[in-house]
């Protein structure tokens, strides 16, 4: 709440996230709403929000999971949702790079080391997201069956080329 306030008090809006059980001024909880679209109160903000909510299916998962997202301007359910879905997607995105990328083990202390572990990750990564758009597949990326395929499809290649550099 400190951020969503912190942002009104710079004069600007925001579409972020917020937890299923936030609790409004009237003791209600979020997910008790009916109608998205609406405009309420939350306990601690001095100033009504909009919230809406869509559902968001993980990958591997049959069940959906509800998201909750307010609006600090009086927006359309469906505009905020739309702002608030793809707010998921890049974090998605910045957590795969985090976890799956190795930038969760960042320690460079120099800015040349900064960079070379940035553009090695970068590599990897679009190595990792060519090996999925050549799998055809139409559900998310496996980032490591991703990667795996990359790999043995280059393995011959690398093989080959450290034959060379020893003759």
Known sequence: MEFVQ???RLKLHAITGVRYDRQLVDGRQLFKLHRPGQQVRLEGLSFPVTIAWFYLKRDGDSKRSKRYVLSTRPL???TIVWWGQHRWQIEGFFKTAKYRFGLHRFGQQTL???YRWLVLSLVAFI???WGYLSMHTSTFPNWVVAA???FEAALPQIAIA??????
């Not at 450290?162 to 003759?167: A, V, W």
């Open 162 to 167: 450290l034959l060379i550099q020893q003759i």
């Open 148 to 150: 795996r395929t990359v």
């Open 6 to 8: 912190g942002i009104r």
């Open 112 to 114: 040349l080391g900064l």
């Open 127 to 129: 190595l990792a997201h």
């Open 76 to 78: 359309k359910a469906c």
